[in-house]
């Protein structure tokens, strides 16, 4: 059995979700369960940390690509909900023990960051953060010439997967607090072998799996058939989008979806039907070069939204994604496809993209 390894510089991707879906199909789990038919979250949760973190750059050599050159260590740290929206910050810095020395110049507004480029990884550098021109602490972190010897965290990814014949590697890694005890945990998307953002048929499918710092593996959640692998299709986001201090994770979701709890989204019969297109549905309705592009794509069933628990994979709530368009025969759809998307073998309308936006100014 292979094993396989996780390696994270700590650089975090910002994705999310974008629109499509067919007629809506009613399922067994219709996904609004209420806080109360939960089980409890944890009863002590941290909402006040910073989780304030050191990453740390060596500086590969120069070339085209990095002009560079130079060591530093980016420091960052969290916004908190209670903060007012003209927070700033100061940072401070001491050398194996020695008086700390104020890093910048003015307050530190409009970010929650600070890149050192004079740091020193031969000794021990403590960061600390207040508020900015007062003295209270509001976040600290001691960062090691150990540390900066091993500037990457190694994690062994969980081995129960649903298919062993397949290899699902990492990809996507976002960082949140899952569990309330104020530090980050990991989110780690995992695609088959096979997943491609171009055609052909695809086996296997993408999974959403939490970890813990130390490598304490969590919950996995399997996306299903019926969400196609590849950057294209499976972009996801950790935030906390209730307030609670604990980060809850959203993406797509659809017939065959599989949550942490073990729950699977079903059609009105308990069913999970597949909608992936195989050769012979291609035949004779697309303008694309070559069948083999199209077969393995989903353009029809149903899409939602899922938001669950980062504390244990469970879904919370479920709405419909934006609807595909078009109905009728296949030739039909593809005309509307074509003219509203652009083409009509949905690689418009298939592309996702992930964020969150504070819009109605409410607090």
Wanted: contains cysteine; proline residues 4%.
């Amino acid at each position: 059995m292979k094993k396989h390894y996780i390696i994270l510089g700590l650089f975090c991707l910002l994705a999310i979700v974008a629109c499509s879906d067919n007629d809506p199909v009613v399922e067994v789990n219709n996904g609004n369960q209420t806080e109360e038919e939960l089980p409890p979250l944890p009863t002590e949760v941290i909402t006040g940390s910073r989780a304030m973190w050191v990453s740390y750059d060596p500086a590969p050599n120069v070339d085209a690509n990095n002009s560079s050159g130079i060591s530093s260590a980016l420091i960052s740290w969290r916004l908190l909900k209670t903060d007012p929206s003209n927070v700033a910050f100061d940072i401070y810095k001491s050398v194996d023990g020695e008086t700390e020395v104020k890093l910048n110049e003015k307050p530190i507004s409009n970010t929650t960051s600070w890149v050192d480029a004079d740091i020193d990884v031969s000794k021990t550098n403590v960061y600390r953060v207040t508020l900015a021109n007062q003295a209270e602490t509001l976040c600290d972190y001691t960062f090691t010439s150990e540390m900066a010897e091993k500037f990457y965290h190694e994690i062994r990814l969980n081995m129960n997967v649903p298919d062993a014949s397949i290899t699902y590697s990492p990809d996507d890694i976002q960082l949140g607090d899952l569990d309330g005890d104020g530090e980050l945990e990991i989110v780690v998307k995992r695609e088959p072998y096979d997943g491609a953002n171009q055609g052909g048929w695809n086996n296997g499918s993408t999974l959403l799996e939490a970890y813990k710092m130390d490598g304490t593996f969590l919950w996995q959640i399997d996306l299903g058939i019926n969400i196609r692998s590849g950057s294209h299709y499976t972009s996801y986001i950790l935030y906390d989008f209730d307030g609670d201090g604990l980060c809850e994770i959203a993406f797509r979701s659809s017939e065959g979806t599989k949550f942490g709890d073990g729950k699977v989204i079903t059609d009105a019969y308990g069913n999970v039907n597949d909608y992936r297109i195989r050769q012979t549905d291609a035949v004779g309705w697309y303008s694309g070069a070559s069948i083999n592009t199209i077969c393995g794509l989903i353009m029809e069933g149903p899409e939602y939204i899922s938001i669950c628990r980062g504390y244990d994979g469970r879904e919370i709530t479920r709405v419909d994604n934006i609807p595909r368009g078009g109905s009728g025969s296949k030739a039909s759809r593809a005309k509307y496809w074509s003219e509203y998307w652009g083409d009509d073998y949905g690689n418009r309308m298939d592309r996702f993209f992930i964020g969150v936006a504070y819009l109605d100014g409410i607090p």
